[in-house]
């Protein structure tokens, strides 16, 4: 319907990419500041709580600024699929869950980073 929009495709994964980046850097921030009250809410240990900070920060910051993009953009969709399996499996959310908490928004962050990967994140990426 609009196909003078095409030209704009790099622009909006870089949007995308950017928008990912910001979710994760601050998720990592809070694993990373208190892992040991973090680690008891989520319900696991502080080294791993600590792990799984350092990831989200080291991919938040591969892919909103194209560096190795394709792998930081794998390496979230892991860490949220293990958010979905805690949500379903061991908290039993459903998924809409309660007041919002489910694991749809989960899963929407899993397909966003699947957009940047099998894109490479788009022409503006710093290293490909």
């Known amino acids: 319907m609009f196909p003078q929009l095409a030209r704009f495709t790099d622009f909006g ?20 500041k208190n892992p040991a ?10 080294g791993f709580t600590i792990f799984l900070g350092t ?13 190795l993009t394709q792998l930081a953009a794998f390496g979230l969709i892991l860490i949220m699929l293990g958010a979905i399996q805690k949500k379903i499996f061991v ?7 309660d007041k919002g908490s489910g694991w749809h928004y989960d899963l929407m962050i899993v397909l966003m980073n699947l957009l940047i990967a099998f894109t490479d994140g788009g022409r503006y990426v710093l290293m490909r």
Do not use: D, N, P, Q
């Open 13 to 32: 994964i870089l949007l995308l990419r950017l928008m990912v980046g910001l979710v994760f850097v601050t998720s990592g921030y809070h694993h990373l």
């Open 55 to 67: 990831g989200e920060v080291a991919g938040s910051l591969g892919v909103a600024f194209g560096v």
């Open 37 to 46: 009250e973090r680690a008891k809410s989520i319900g696991m240990s502080k």
């Open 91 to 97: 908290w039993h959310t459903g998924f809409w869950g």
